[in-house]
């Protein structure tokens, strides 16, 4: 069987209710498993991670297809991130169907107020027709669709900033990498870190920093402002015979741009001393990481219930 794209949560549905057909308890993570192998996905889709690096896509879209069949009564939640059939969902099995689908579920009421109460359906959007292609339980899992925004408002944040990065004075990026080197833990204090840097005056930032507060160590530091240009692995060999003659064994190369392939396999042939570059838009992610030249418009906290709160709750 060859490989398919990670399935949506309709395709799912129905593997996921055949695999609790036993009516023993379920859990999330052996669905995972379970349901991977049965698809055939590759370990790239089944460890691929949705944007915010904390859950896979894969286990995301289970949850999510566990959600809608729970909302139709199909499943009941055991305990924190566990599930069991229940006698609805037996019988809808007992009809041997080839799929399940958005249109299945809405035979249940419970599945039908579930979906006029959303807060994404205001009253002025009707439920979707029967026979619509596109319904809300095979769209994308909601908090795969947040994290997907996400990635994409990143991003354009990063080309925002590159860009302004780009067109900025050369003591504008020097101050820049001052104070992203700072936020990141090098140099000491901003004072340090602001004396050490900014030797050079040729439009690039060129010295001496501490890696860490008690200056165990020291890390050189060179800059080049190229808004098209990639940097040449002259600038580079320029940069290794700094490093020599300070006698450094460690040095960061920031640039605007990126580096030119023959930059790259220079930097593979220098033995004995440890050298970094980052690139243009490895600059960009550095600033949105450690808070440099952005600001947080929304910050959005996601509810989870916590099972342990209501352990022993239920007297029954």
Request: aromatic share 8%; net charge neutral; charged share 25%.
């Amino acid at each position: 069987m060859p490989f398919m794209p990670i399935p949506t949560s309709e395709q799912l549905m129905l593997p996921l209710l055949q695999l609790t057909s036993d009516r023993a308890e379920h859990s999330i993570r052996e669905a995972v498993e379970v349901l991977a192998s049965r698809f055939n996905l590759s370990d790239a889709e089944r460890t691929e991670l949705l944007p915010t690096g904390k859950q896979s896509r894969f286990a995301n879209r289970i949850g999510w297809t566990r959600t809608n069949l729970k909302k139709a009564g199909l499943l009941d939640a055991t305990r924190s991130s566990h599930f069991r059939i229940t006698d609805r969902g037996i019988a809808l099995l007992a009809e041997k169907p080839d799929a399940l689908s958005d249109k299945v579920l809405r035979r249940y009421p419970e599945y039908v107020e579930y979906l006029t109460s959303r807060p994404d359906r205001s009253s002025t959007s009707p439920l979707p027709s029967r026979g619509a292609a596109s319904t809300l339980v095979s769209a994308i899992p909601p908090l795969e669709r947040l994290a997907d925004a996400y990635s994409q408002l990143r991003q354009d944040a990063e080309e925002q900033l590159l860009a302004k990065v780009k067109i900025g004075s050369p003591e504008f990026f020097e101050q820049l990498v001052i104070d992203l080197l700072q936020k990141m833990g090098y140099g000491g204090s901003f004072r340090d870190a602001a004396q050490a840097i900014g030797r050079s005056g040729d439009g690039g930032v060129d010295g001496l920093i501490k890696e860490d507060i008690l200056g165990l160590d020291v890390i050189y530091v060179q800059a080049k402002r190229y808004t098209t240009n990639n940097v040449p692995a002259a600038d580079v060999r320029d940069f290794v015979g700094a490093l020599v003659g300070k006698k450094a064994r460690k040095g960061v190369f920031f640039t605007t741009s990126g580096f030119s392939a023959e930059a790259i396999k220079y930097v593979e042939t220098i033995e004995g001393k440890t050298l970094v570059f980052i690139d243009g838009r490895k600059l960009v992610s550095l600033m949105i990481e450690h808070g440099v030249g952005i600001s947080i418009k929304e910050v959005y906290a996601i509810p989870r219930v916590d099972d342990d709160y209501f352990e022993g709750s239920d007297t029954s």
